[in-house]
C-alpha cells in the first residue's frame, strides 16, 4: 500500500479524485504544522505575548521609577511630570499597560501551574484561553473606571 | 536492531553532561521568577485598585496623595517590596532575552552590564526615595502638601 508514505495532503487529494474505486476513508490531514507541536499555536503565542508584555513593563518600571522619584525633589516637580499621565493620549496608552500587566500576571501563573502542577501541560492551551477570558474581563472592569478618570471624574 | 537505553541518553539540548559542583544559579533564577511571579500578582494588583481604581483614580494622584501613602510605614514597606521584587523579576527575565537574541559576546556583555547597572542604581534611588521621604518639605506650597502638614513657613 504505497499510500502510506505519502503525504497526508495528497493522500486525501487521491483518495477524492478516485472515490469511485477506492472506499478507504482519506487519512487525516496533519494538525501539526511545521512539523512541531509548538509553532503556530496557543503555546506559541502565549510565550510572544508574554515576552512582548514582559519588555513593555520592564521599560515602563525604568521611568515610572524615576517619575515616582521626583517626590524627592519638590511638590511643583512631581505635580508637572505626573500631571502628563492624565491626559487623554496617556489615559489610553494606560489602558494598554494595564492590560498588558493584566495577560502578563494571569499567564505568569500559567507558566507557574504548567511547571509545577502534574496535569498543568495537558491543559496548558484550555488555561491559555482562561487566560485571555480573565484579562478581558478585569479590562471590562477596569476601562470604563479609568476613562470615567481620565476625562470627567 | 539496535536498542537504546534511554536512561544513558543526554537530556535534550544540553551540549554536555552535567559535572559541575555548587549552586545552580541559573536554576535559582528560573526559581525566582515563579517565587517572584505569584508575590507580584498581589503586590501589583494591589498597587493598581489602590492608586487607579480606589478614591478617584489616576486623576487623584499628586505630591499631597504620595505623601499620605508614604508617611504610613506600611506603604513604605509594600512599595520597597513591589520596587524589589519587580525590578529584579524584570531585570532577570530582561537577561533571558539579550541571551537569548545577542550572540555577540562583547554586545552582549555591554548589555548585560547595563541591565544589572542600571538595575542597582534604580534599586538603591528607589529605596533611598521610599525611606528619606519628607511629607512636608520647609518652605513648600501649602496648597501642594497634605493637610496633615500644617504650617510650614
Ligand atoms: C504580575 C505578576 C507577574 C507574574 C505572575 C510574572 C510571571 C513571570 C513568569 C512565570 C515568567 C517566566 C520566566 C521563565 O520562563 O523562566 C516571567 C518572565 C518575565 N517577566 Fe514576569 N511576571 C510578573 C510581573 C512582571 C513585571 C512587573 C515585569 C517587569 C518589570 C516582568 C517582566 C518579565 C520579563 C521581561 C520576563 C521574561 C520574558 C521571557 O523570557 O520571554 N514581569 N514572568
Known sequence: ??????PATEGA???DSS???MTVPAPRPSVIPGGTLYRGNEGMWSWVLHRITGVAIYFFLLVHILDTALVRVSPEAYNAVIGAY???LMGIAELGLVAAVVFHAFNGLRIILVDFWGVGTRHQKAMFYIVIALSVVVMAAFTPRHLISVFGG | MTTTDV???????????????????EKWGWIYMRVSGVILVVLIFGHLF???????GVSQIDFAFVAGKLSDPFWQWYDFFLLWFALIHGSNGMRTIINDYVSAPRVRTILLGALASSAAVLLILGTLVIFTFDPCPAGADPALVASFCGDLS
Open chain 1, 1 to 6: 500500500m504505497p499510500a502510506k508514505a505519502m
Open chain 1, 13 to 15: 487529494a487521491a483518495a
Open chain 1, 19 to 21: 472515490s469511485a474505486t
Open chain 1, 86 to 88: 492624565k491626559t487623554p
Open chain 2, 7 to 25: 536512561s544513558q541518553l543526554d537530556a535534550p539540548r544540553s551540549p554536555h553532561a552535567r559535572t559541575r559542583r555548587g549552586i545552580n544559579l
Open chain 2, 50 to 56: 489602590v492608586n487607579l481604581v480606589l478614591g478617584d
